[in-house]
Every structure is written in structure tokens, then in C-alpha cells.
């Protein structure tokens, strides 16, 4: 029998509540991302003290007890009595919802946190927080715990000649059950890119776990954003482009610098909000750099062919950061991804399209070469194009033609499909005998995938391998990438567990980055994880992932046995048996999931790590090393 539906069926949630009750709603997720969201919430309103021009310094500490603490040098939060509340302004941004400054223009003209929800939420999902407020000489105290529950009143406990706000928390474990451990290089990240941002603002970063420490201080923003970006690689342009104007009220910076690789790197924010979507700022600064190149090639006469080109032949080896600043920004959606203000794209295209040609004009050196860059680009996509055609032909992708090899499953239902790129023929076999017909597919790849971030996209279109990808998946590529056509909602890369089979997956997932991104965003490319032992005794058998795990059998489940330990070298090494029990069983396997949501730090790993230059190559892992957390080879 159903419940009675009535008032009763009705509830309420009082104060922070509905914030524990559903923290994704605010936060996102309760994993790792959604942990470290609490940080950028607390940083953002003393970042919105800097737009305001009121603080030029902020620290961060994570503390020896997974605590955070962050400290600015602004005005401090106001400490009198707000007059709907009853409760001073404090406690009530700590702990009413929609409460904060960010609502009026007189306090913040700019601000990134839009909803007023940042400081509350943190309360809400902390086990406990604690902030000082240095104003009117005077160093005020409040502490809330469990939640957002007030302990202390308001208390002045000292004097002081400073100002500024320091909030400490430390995250409830029952809310982030996966982990409450902050991870340094995430926030080291985060704060190197607002202090690019944000010119001239000091940003410190310490941790009292290792004693690792690290400070951020750019008085030319996103100039220097871009020459970092781009260090290591060879520059097409030396003199790196870059504006900082301010058009019918809205303040607009970006800076331009082309390299010689293959790959688009354009970075575009609204009030330090990074929009991943893009939006109207966006298609100003396209339309000013299609208008201004075509028009300079023109007029200097060398036009002979009436070339005209295209945002496709521009953006090749593009690296750009574009920033404004608006008073009233609109996003499309929670996520605030895609910028929707009519007004900004006429002032980017205004602002860059007269700068830029007068950038030109003045740098003729660095004009030749980007028009050179340019007209290149406009070469290999017309190649690219004819290469694509030439593929649809070849493979028959206009009438679903699947690659010969590929073992697809029986069920059309791309929510339960998977499917298994798995290196060479010998493991291919293997997995298509050991597979779940049902929903698994096999698609065997023979050799080294081809290296696209060395290559012009039409070599690209020409490898086999990626052909028969490409095919069997069937979304298509790049701008032309379709959701809604893909047949397998996994799509898992099972390598052998050595350094060979390391580079197979690495050369894959750059493919998937540089030509399917939408995939990988979508969170459809897992890695599988086969296992590197077994382990036997009679009858008796397990499998270890890694040196530890083995460690643990050999001195618990099998210590008083006489047993044999098995290396696999390679997947080929294992039965059908053994690879659905370790590898591709849904209930035993275990499978890492690829995400792209640090599109700087992502960007950075693939152009280092895979393309031409050898020198950023060796930067990149010797200033990575440290990191790296689970190395079986």
C-alpha cells in the first residue's frame, strides 16, 4: 500500500541541513573534487577582496591535522549586527545560505562566487570551522562545529594593527567517506593559476605534512600564463601579444603566442571562473583574429590565391589566455561553463581586433610567421579533409561498416556495451575467448598506435589503427564528435602491465585527448588494470596488482604454504580464464576511470610528455617524479 501524501510528506530542512542532505548539489561530488572544492570557495572570496583592491596577499596552509587555513590581507568581514538576521554579518555569511557581499554592487563591482553560498557551505560540511577577523584594530573569534552549529558567540580576543579574515575547517569524514587527505600538487595547481590571473597578488602555499612550500607572485598575468605554457616548446612568434583595456565598463586582458605544434591551447575566464564551455568572450576573440589576419594578408598584397582563412587554420598551435572581468556575468547552466552576456563579444572583438592589428604592423618579423604558421595550417586541413573523405570511403563509414578484427557484442544497447582495445593478437585471442559475449567487445591493435602529437592530422587519418577506433566506435572526431552515436559506454585500454604496454596506453589516451575530448570528458576512457602475479598453492591461488599486495599475501593468506609466485610478463601470458577473473569481470576487475577536468595540467602532460621537444620532456618528469604514487615497472 502507498504512503498518504500530505503536508507531512513535506520536508523541511532548517538552516544548513539541506547542505549535508544533498552536498553535491552544492559542491558537486563528495570525492577528492568535491573535497578540495571547499578550498576554492574560501579562496574565492579572498580572491574577491583582490578584484575589489583591498588585498594583495593570500596564504594557504594545510596543517599537520588535514586541516586548511586561508588568510588574506582585506578589509576583514564585517562583525556589526545584520538587520534582517539579528546576527552579526559573520555568522551570518557562516551560516545562512544566498547571504554574503557578492549580491551588491557596492561591495563587489566584480566577484567569481555568484550564488553567496561559499563560506556557509564549507560550514555545513566541515567538523568544525574556525575564523578570525582582523578589523578596527581588533582580532574578533567565532567557532561553529558538527555541521554549522554555532559553539562560540562573536569574541574579540586580542588587538591588532593588521586586517584581513582567517578561516580554518577541517572536512567532516562522514561527508567525504572516499578521502579527507588534501592532495598538494591539486592546490598548487589551483593557486598558480589565480595568481596568473590576478597580476600583482602574492599567493603562499604551505604544508606542514612535508614541510613542501611554494609562493606565486606575476606582474604580468597572463602574459606570463601564456610564456609558461609555452616554455620548453619552439615559439613561432617571440614577441608574445597580449592587451589589458577596459571597454564600456567590462575589463578585458589576453595574450597570444604561437608554437609549432599541431594542438589548440585556448583558455578563456570570467571573473577568475574558468569556462570550459567557452561562451560569448570566446566568439569575440575568434571573430577579431579571423578578421584582422585575413585583412593584413590582403592588404599587404601577397594574396595571390584569394586565400581566405578560417578559425579551423588559425588555431593550429594557438596558445592563448583570455580573461575579463564583468560586473553582472551570465552562465549557461550550474556549472558556469559557458558565458552568455550579449555585450562582451562586441568589446573582445573591439578591444583585440585593434591591438592585434596594430601588433602586426609593428612586429613584421613576427607577422611573417604567423602567416606562415597560418597558411600551413590551412594546407593540412584541406589534406586532413581529403584524408577524412579517402577513410569514409576506405572503411565505408557512411553505411556502419565495422573493422573487420573488431569482436563486436551481441547487444546493441550502448549503456551496457564495453569496449576493450587490447594490445596484440596473442591477448586479443584471449579476451574475445574469455569475454562476456553479451556486452564485451575486443578489438585487438597491433603494434604502437601512431603519435598524433607529432603528426599533421591527415598522417593521423591515414593509420590503420586508429581508423579501425575510430570506426568502431562510432561518434566521429573532433568538431564533428557526436554523443549520441557512441556504441559502448566504456571503452577500456588493457595493456600488458610493462614499459611497452605503459607507452601503448600513453599513445592512446593522447588520441583520445587531441581527437575525441568529448569522450574523454564524458568519462567513457577507463584503463584496466591487470594483475602482475599470481600466486599458487595447491589448490589455492590469488592475484596481486602490485609489489605490496603480494607482500600481504605471501605474509597472511599464504604464509605457513609452499607456494609459487607467477610474473606476468604480458597479457598473453594469461588463459581466457584468467583474464575474465582479473581483468574484465565486472564484479572482481578493477578499472581506473579518465577524467579531463585540469584541462592546464592535462594539456601540459601530453605536449611535454609526447611531443617534439625533448628538453620540456625531461622538466616535466623531473619536476614530476615526486608525484607519482604507483609505479609497477
Known sequence: MEGKYSSSSIQVLKGLEAVRKRPGMYIGSTNEVGLHHLIWEIIDNSIDETLAGFADSISVVITDKNEIIVMDNGRGIPIDIHSETNKSALETVFTVLHAGGKFSSDTYKISGGLHGVGASVVNALSLYVEVLVLRENKIHRQYFSDGGTKISSLDVIGKTDAQGTIVKFKPDPEIFKDTIDFNFKTIQNKLKQMAFLNRGVTIHLFDERNGKEVSYHFENGIEDYVTEINSGKNKINENVFSVAETYNQIAIEFALQYNDSYS?????????????????????????????INNYINDSGKNQKK????????????????????????????????????????????????????????????????????????????????????????????????????ADCESKDSELCELYLVEGDSAGGSAKTGRNRKYQAILPLRGKVLNVEKVKESRAFENNEIQSIVTAIGTGIKDNLDLEKIRYKKIIIMTDADV??????????????????????????????????????????????????????KANEFKDLKYTIQRYKGLG???????????????????????????????EVFSSLMGENIESRRKFITENAQFVENLDF
Not at 589548440?264 to 584582422?292: D, M, P, W
Not at 568589446?347 to 592585434?356: D, M, P, R, T
Not at 600513453?506 to 570528458?521: D, E, G, Q, S
Open 264 to 292: 589548440e591551447s585556448l583558455y578563456s575566464f570570467c571573473n577568475n571562473i574558468f569556462t570550459s564551455e567557452g561562451g560569448t568572450h570566446e566568439e569575440g576573440l575568434r571573430q577579431a583574429l579571423i578578421k584582422v
Open 307 to 406: 586565400t581566405k582563412f578560417n578559425w579551423d587554420d588559425i588555431k593550429e598551435g594557438i596558445v592563448c589566455v583570455l580573461s575579463i572581468k564583468h560586473m553582472d556575468p551570465q552562465f549557461e547552466g550550474q556549472t558556469k561553463s559557458k558565458l552568455s552576456n550579449i555585450d562582451v563579444k562586441e568589446a573582445v572583438s573591439q578591444v583585440i581586433s585593434e591591438k592585434f592589428k596594430e601588433y602586426l604592423l609593428k612586429n613584421p618579423e613576427d607577422s611573417k610567421k604567423i602567416i606562415e604558421k597560418n597558411m600551413l595550417s590551412q594546407k593540412a586541413r584541406i589534406a586532413a579533409m581529403r584524408a577524412r573523405e579517402d577513410t569514409r570511403r576506405k572503411s565505408a563509414l557512411d553505411n556502419f561498416s565495422l573493422p573487420g578484427k573488431l
Open 500 to 553: 611497452d604496454g605503459a607507452h601503448i596506453r600513453t599513445l592512446l589516451l593522447t588520441f583520445f585527448y587531441r581527437y575525441m575530448n568529448k569522450i574523454v570528458k564524458n568519462g567513457n576512457i577507463y584503463v584496466a588494470q591487470p594483475p602482475l602475479y599470481k600466486i599458487e598453492a595447491g589448490k589455492k591461488n590469488a592475484y596481486a596488482y602490485n609489489d605490496q599486495e603480494l607482500e600481504q599475501l
Open 573 to 603: 601470458e594469461m588463459d581466457p580464464i584468467q583474464l575474465w577473473e582479473t581483468t574484465m569481470d565486472p564484479e572482481r576487475r578493477t578499472i581506473l576511470q579518465i577524467d579531463a577536468n585540469e584541462p592546464f595540467l592535462d594539456n
